[in-house]
């Protein structure tokens, strides 16, 4: 407790001090005394932009020192209520009370049970004035003209320019979500709306199609986790045929299978809006991916695509390099949690490597190990564009960092990589630190917190910068020789494919496999002979 009462006291001496833009009071069982104290510093501050108070139950008083404070103050734009306990009365102080706010641009009210306030909620997004009385002593008007027992403020804080409004688990169901749609209709302001786990059903999706047929402004729409399978699919399908303005659209872990890929294949064959799509946790394997994967071919204007945690098999992989071919917008690729074999990996990394717009790769838990490494490798050596690699959760040891960073040293573009919860020991940390403190590109590195890591750039470094190998003023002893020609035996045998796993796999796959091993193994034998990467020095 202690030292909780001290974490709280440094976070509010720097907020004395203007010298930090993140607050977190999650959980700390604020009470209303502890709100006005800090609602007081906030009124002042100037550098603050992030502020957490999810999971503190806001009283009626509490709720009144925060509004007090985002009047007034012009720097926070976002703020966390995750489940505070808030009531209609609390929705409607924060909501109109901080109408005069400029700054705040992303609110969070998830799971806080909104079903039981959805009409003061509908009242806020709609731009009506609420009609709901009040007891004569709570006088929430706003301005010269208020009266006592009812708002004369007829805007709210959401009908102004407003990012994002985050109204995930709140078991609205059917009647919420159609009155929040019907809402949304005649709010023109709201950039972003999440609705995920909400139990919206059918009648809910469609309600929601006919609110992307007539908003004009949402440009985000997260509706995850709702059930609603293909059919859900097929309803908001029809919206995107005509709208023109929904730029993000995440619509994960809805059960849709194979035709409800389908589905959203031939509704954005055409679509010339869309940039990011999320179909994960959908149940999607061969069928689906061929649809989606003939959407992508034409479709010139998606740069994002999740297709984390489906049910993918060697036919969907190779739908989805047949489309990579074709495809040169996308720039975001996800496929996180399916399983890749040697073969599928194969497939994928080929069309990779010539992809010019590729920015981030993420494989996350696709049971990818040393072996494997050696198409990543490849891949990342001839691949220009890509930015960040996520390999977080596979089967990757030492030998597997060993081989990526051979060939990340000829790519001077790639900034950040992900190896946390892998099987790496301190050696392969070591491996890695040695290469990141050298680079000038990779500046984010990410590796499980026990093993010892340096993050100490070497200044007037560059990775990947090949110059001419610079004689040494004292010749390099028989043991130098004899340590480099180990260390590149080592390499070669560390690349080679083991021999009993030939017979079972595709005699196509081993060829390339071990084309691939030389490739890399020629290209650090020529880097260690005639030119020396700086990253390795």
């Known amino acids: ?74 720097s926070l734009s976002s703020i966390n209520l995750e489940q505070t306990s808030m009531t209609a009365e609390n929705l409607r102080i924060l909501l109109y009370e901080t109408a005069s706010n400029r700054s705040l641009q992303k609110l969070d009210l998830s799971n806080n049970s909104l079903c039981h306030a959805v009409d003061a909620l509908t009242t806020a997004i709609s731009c009506r004035a609420p009609s709901t009385e009040q007891p004569p002593e709570n006088k929430y008007a706003v301005g010269p003209t208020s009266r006592q027992g009812s708002f004369a403020a007829t805007l709210s804080i959401l009908n102004r320019d407003f990012e994002l409004l985050d109204l995930s688990y709140n078991s609205f169901g059917v009647k919420g979500t159609q009155q929040i749609a019907k809402a949304m209709e005649k709010n023109h302001c709201i950039k972003g709306l999440i609705l995920d786990e909400n139990e919206i059903g059918y009648d809910g999706v469609d309600s929601l199609r006919r609110m992307l047929i007539f908003n004009t402004s949402l440009t985000r729409l997260d509706i995850n986790a709702n059930d609603v399978g293909p059919t859900g699919a097929m309803i908001i399908c029809e919206s995107l045929n005509v709208n023109t303005t929904l730029k993000e659209l995440s619509f994960a872990g809805n059960n849709i299978g194979n035709d409800g890929a389908a589905f959203f294949a031939v509704a954005l064959k055409d679509n010339r809006s869309l940039v990011s799509l999320n179909l994960s946790e959908n149940g ?65 990394c080929k069309p990779l490597k010539t992809r010019r717009r590729l920015k981030e790769l993420s494989l996350k838990a696709t049971n990818i190990d040393d072996i494997k490494m050696v198409f990543i490798s490849q891949m990342v050596a001839s691949n220009v564009s890509i930015r960040k690699l996520n390999l977080k959760g596979n089967l990757i040891s030492d030998k597997g960092i060993d081989i990526v960073l051979s060939g990340m040293k000829t790519n001077v ?24 403190r050298h680079s000038s590109t990779l500046n984010e590195v990410q590796i499980d917190a026990g093993l010892d890591f340096d993050r100490t750039k070497i200044g007037g470094r560059r990775t990947g910068v090949t110059l001419p190998l610079r004689r040494s003023k004292r010749r390099s002893s028989d043991s130098d020789a004899q340590k480099r020609s180990s260390e590149r035996s080592s390499q070669r045998a560390s690349m080679e494919l083991d021999e009993r796993m030939a017979d079972s796999l595709d005699p196509t796959v081993v060829r390339e496999y071990r084309r691939a091993s030389i490739s890399l193994d020629r290209g650090a034998y020529q880097s260690g002979r005639q030119t020396v990467a700086c990253s390795i020095l």
């Not at 932009?49 to 103050?73: E, F, G, I, T, W």
């Not at 900034?415 to 890695?432: F, H, I, P, R, T």
Request: charged share 25%.
């Open 284 to 348: 999607i394997s061969g069928d689906g991916m061929k649809a989606l994967a003939n959407f992508l071919r034409v479709n010139k204007v998606l740069k994002s695509i999740n297709l984390s945690d489906n049910q993918f098999d060697r036919e969907s992989y190779v739908h989805l390099a047949k489309a990579l071919k074709k495809n040169d917008t996308l720039e975001t690729i996800v496929l996180d949690k399916n399983t890749l074999e040697l073969a599928d990996l194969a497939v994928l």
């Open 1 to 74: 407790m202690a030292a909780l009462r001290l974490h709280i006291s440094e976070q509010w001496r720097r907020m004395e001090e203007n010298t930090i833009e993140s607050i977190d009071l999650h959980s700390r069982n604020l009470d209303a005394d502890q709100m006005g104290c800090f609602a007081q510093l906030l009124k002042t501050n100037c550098s603050v932009q992030h502020v957490d108070l999810s999971y503190n139950k806001l009283s009626v008083p509490a709720m009144k020192a925060l509004a007090s404070a985002l009047r007034v103050n012009s």
């Open 413 to 436: 573009f790639i900034n950040s990589l992900n190896v946390c919860k892998n099987l790496l020991s301190k050696a392969g940390a070591k491996s890695l630190e040695k290469f990141y």
